[in-house]
């Protein structure tokens, strides 16, 4: 099965900027989505199809997609964007699964 | 507005069998891919089970076998029917609904289901 890593932690200071980074073979071949999730709550999607954002997402939030590697960028970095990260892909080739990375927890100083 | 409701779970023995719902405002089940993913206690996210909108199911090689999604368009929910359950199925389960490229767009507020003797 498909597999997605991810660095379990990321620290940035406030005005900074986060490079969130989702490992997987070939991952620049697939479509990469990527989540938010801060404590107690549901997970939230923040970019789709490797760099497209929802409504209501800040500009700030922005992702790449090649080779091996998938990239969330948060620029100029909150307080309020401390968070889990996790990123997503749908695996066609094992029964239509959707795979999640183990997740990255920014903290911002 | 697009709503999702679970509700359904619980503390239940090993072994036992639960059935979670998902209440849906907003669109059709029928019409959308519609996805259980479970969290486990301090732990990532973990794909469960997607309901496509033609009628096709599949299963995470982890509850193959053992869980079971389906849909009642009439009251337009999602269920997740759980047998032999087992402690390491502990953990919060969210329905989700999934965009075109299958990426969860929405997703409900979660209930927990507990595991234990």
């Known amino acids: 099965s498909y597999v997605l890593t991810q660095s379990p932690s990321v620290s940035v200071a406030p005005g900074q900027t986060a490079r969130i980074t989702c490992g997987g073979d070939?991952?620049?071949?697939?479509?990469v989505h990527w989540y938010r999730q801060k404590p107690g709550q549901a997970p939230v999607l923040v970019v789709y199809d490797d760099s497209d954002r929802p409504s209501g997402i800040p500009e700030r939030f922005s992702g790449s997609n090649s080779g091996k590697t998938a990239t969330l960028t948060i620029n100029r970095v909150e307080v309020g964007d401390e968070a889990d990260y996790y990123c997503?892909?749908?695996?066609?080739?094992?029964?239509?699964?959707?795979?999640f990375g183990g997740g990255t927890k920014l903290t911002v100083l | 507005e697009v709503q999702l409701v679970e509700s359904g779970g619980g503390l239940i023995q090993p072994g036992g069998s639960l059935r979670l719902s998902c209440a849906v405002s907003?669109?059709?089940?029928?019409?959308?891919?519609m996805s259980w993913v479970r969290q486990a206690p301090g732990k990532g996210l973990e794909w469960v089970s997607v309901?496509?909108?033609?009628?096709?199911?599949y299963y995470a090689d982890s509850v193959k076998g053992r869980f079971i999604i389906s849909r009642d368009n009439s009251k337009n929910t999602l269920f997740l029917h759980m047998n032999s359950l087992r402690a390491d199925d502990t953990a919060v389960y969210y329905c989700?609904?999934?965009?075109?490229?299958?990426?969860?767009?929405?997703w409900g507020q979660g209930t927990l289901v507990t595991v234990s003797s």
């Open positions: 997503q892909v749908w695996d066609r080739n094992s029964d239509h699964a959707r795979v």
């Open positions: 907003g669109f059709n089940v029928s019409t959308k891919y």
């Open positions: 989700a609904k999934e965009g075109l490229l299958n990426y969860f767009e929405s």
């Open positions: 309901f496509f909108s033609g009628g096709s199911r």
């Open positions: 070939d991952i620049g071949g697939k479509s």
